[in-house]
């Protein structure tokens, strides 16, 4: 459905993984050949935490309807600030239109949200799902995308507490809203949040056949495996990205996120823990 990539570390150009990369963002919309689009042209957007953020620093926006191979301005951007960490996403639309509020990532407060993949049915849950959602964040929600639905259904179920177990709810409680209307098998999808200090990145779905998630190997121990490598010491020693599919065909760079996984970057490295992987009962609102 779309392709997508968050950092975490040392201050960076967002143009060196978003353009200047073997396969970089913006050629994997182009091309992805991992993706179940190989052409992701209906929009994009990109998020940013400020270098020197405040515990809860509001990120910045852009998002656009054109390509991100046409976009003048996404170069400009990406090549003139820095950010400890930012998301990136490009969209292939399969429903919603394509319109800025349609594009990711999507942002409340402090918060940023990803997702690629789709909520199979959200045409008949939608009702349910929105309906279930605080009333005091109803009125954020400005677009039409499942993805959207979705995030504010994590942030009803604690998300700014409790990331991993908030997102699990959410899609527990999409997948007994799912059942209800006749559909077997609701979720489908990668998702990333980050709130400028930590970046959570999950691979979840109902079939357990998810779209890919990859994160980068260590810094140091590419250096080890790769010590003529110079494009390596553009990073720091903390960098970690985690991408919809590979940067570049350097075999040992890219590590596959495992099925019911989340990935959590922060500033002690990185991290797997299971997600989802047992039959936990749904919860449901209070």
Not at 43 to 72: C, K, L, M, Q, R
Not at 165 to 176: D, I, M, N, Q, S
Not at 209 to 223: G, M, Q, V
């Amino acid at each position: 459905m779309c392709r997508w990539l968050a950092y975490s570390g040392e201050p960076l150009r967002p143009a060196e993984l978003i353009l200047d990369t073997q396969h970089s963002l913006v050629a994997q919309s182009l091309n992805s050949p991992l993706g179940a689009e190989t052409v992701n042209g209906d929009g994009f957007g990109f998020g940013w935490y400020p270098t020197d953020p405040s515990p809860d620093a509001v990120p910045g926006i852009f998002h656009s309807i054109e390509p991100a191979w046409h976009n003048e301005n996404l170069r400009d951007l990406t090549n003139t600030i820095t950010s400890p960490m930012f998301l990136a996403h490009v969209r292939a639309a399969a429903g919603p239109p394509i319109q800025q509020t349609n594009c990711h990532p999507f942002r409340h407060e402090n918060w940023l949200f990803m997702h690629n993949g789709f909520l199979e049915g959200f045409h008949l849950m939608q009702r349910d799902l929105r309906y279930a959602v605080d009333p005091s964040l109803y009125p954020s929600i400005v677009g039409t995308t499942d993805s959207e639905t979705l995030f504010y259904l994590a942030l009803t179920f604690g998300l700014q507490d409790d990331p991993i177990a908030a997102l699990g709810r959410a899609l527990r409680f999409v997948e007994e809203t799912g059942e209800k209307h006749g559909v077997s098998a609701p979720v489908q999808g990668t998702y990333a949040v980050a709130d400028g200090k930590t970046l959570w990145a999950f691979r979840y779905s109902t079939s357990h056949h998810s779209r890919t998630l990859f994160h980068s190997a260590a810094i140091p121990e590419l250096r080890e495996m790769f010590p003529d490598v110079e494009r390596l010491e553009v990073f720091g020693e903390h960098a970690k990205v985690v991408v919809s599919e590979p940067l570049n065909d350097t075999p040992g760079a890219f590590i596959t996120v495992p099925e019911s996984t989340v990935a959590v970057l922060d500033e002690s490295g990185y991290h797997h823990e299971p997600f989802l992987a047992d039959a936990e009962a749904v919860l449901t609102p209070a």
